[in-house]
């Protein structure tokens, strides 16, 4: 089934397979405003916005509890990364679209550092592309990433992330479906 989750800061291509999130969470996520702009740091900015934090926990008491706390849990693991000094500018995107690909994606690899596996999934690196795009991944981490990467030997060049796109332009604000509480 290909479906887009708001449990992602991404937009997903339809090359990713996804599990769906309750309706319930994403609608509240929807609903949540921001100020944060849909920029590189985007994540980092959701991650410290305490009054739509706020906003998403009230809306979240109608929801089913268990899939709150699912939710949560993926959140508080995505803020984490963000929390972390960067060894390199945009290391902290380029993490979390790994623990994205892992949690979301039906691919049979469970470490985001386990090359051997990952070569071998077909739509890794087309997956990891759609994610470095949607989160604004910065060119230089998207470069150190590929260093890695080139331990496949399919693996292909990925191009820099366009900050913005059109959808961008219409929505400063990016994407309504945020994983962060």
């Not at 990713?16 to 999130?21: D, G, L, P, R």
């Not at 900015?45 to 706020?54: L, N, S």
């Not at 849990?73 to 902290?92: H, R």
């Amino acid at each position: 089934m290909r479906i887009t989750t708001s449990l992602l800061v991404i937009i997903l291509g339809t090359a990713f397979t996804v599990v769906a999130e309750d309706k319930c969470i994403t609608d509240c996520r929807k609903a949540a405003p921001t100020d944060c702009l849909f920029v590189e740091g985007y994540q980092a900015c959701i991650c410290k916005d305490q009054k739509r934090q706020h906003a998403v926990a009230q809306c979240f008491k109608k929801c089913d509890q268990e899939e709150v706390a699912k939710a949560k849990a993926f959140s508080d693991k995505i803020c984490k990364i963000y929390e972390q000094p960067e060894e390199y500018p945009g290391q902290d995107c380029v993490e979390a679209c790994g623990v994205d690909l892992i949690r979301f994606t039906k691919n049979k690899c469970k470490n985001t550092s386990d090359w051997d596996c990952l070569c071998d999934e077909a739509t890794y690196l087309d997956d990891i592309q759609y994610c470095f795009d949607g989160r604004i991944c910065n060119a230089h981490a998207v470069k150190k990433w590929d260093e890695q990467c080139k331990k496949c030997k399919k693996c292909k060049i990925l191009k820099a992330t366009r900050p913005w796109r059109i959808r961008n332009l219409v929505d400063p604000q990016g994407p309504s479906h945020i994983p962060v509480i």
